[in-house]
Nanobody
Framework: QVQLVESGGGLVQAGGSLRLSCAAS????????MGWFRQTPGKEREFVTA????????RYADSVQGRFTISRDNSKNTVYLQMNSLKPEDTAVYYC???????????????WGQGTQVTVSS
């Protein structure tokens, strides 16, 4: 069992930056692939980015490529999402996710956090 707790959301102006953190419980964190998703009201939850267990493989949605960076610190059981050049359309609830498989994590992750709100004002 893995429990995930996101933090770092908030209100930022367009063009600004935020860094989200996701703290995971459990000794198996370093073996899990991790991902970030986001959701706005009335829309499906969408994939944002994912990272494999050791950070050597990352994947981004086209909409955030070049602006967002995912990273992880296995010694701290934490994954990060650095978001730069934020746009109003990035406004959403951001969810952290974990899965043992780096393929499955981008579509059907096993574990989810509770989400953190990011609001980008124009």
């Amino acid at each position: 069992q893995v429990q995930l707790v996101e933090s770092g959301g908030g209100l930022v102006q367009a063009g600004g930056s935020l860094r989200l953190s996701c703290a995971a419980s459990g000794r198996t964190f370093s073996t899990y692939a991790m991902g970030w998703f986001r959701q706005t009201p009335g829309k499906e939850r969408e994939f944002v980015t994912a990272i494999n267990w050791n950070g050597n493989s990352v994947r981004y949605a086209d909409s955030v490529q070049g602006r967002f960076t995912i990273s992880r610190d296995n010694s701290k059981n934490t994954v990060y999402l650095q978001m730069n050049s934020l746009k109003p359309e990035d406004t959403a609830v951001y969810y952290c996710a974990a899965d043992p498989n780096r393929i499955t994590v981008v579509a059907f992750p096993r574990y989810w956090g509770q989400g953190t709100q990011v609001t980008v004002s124009s």
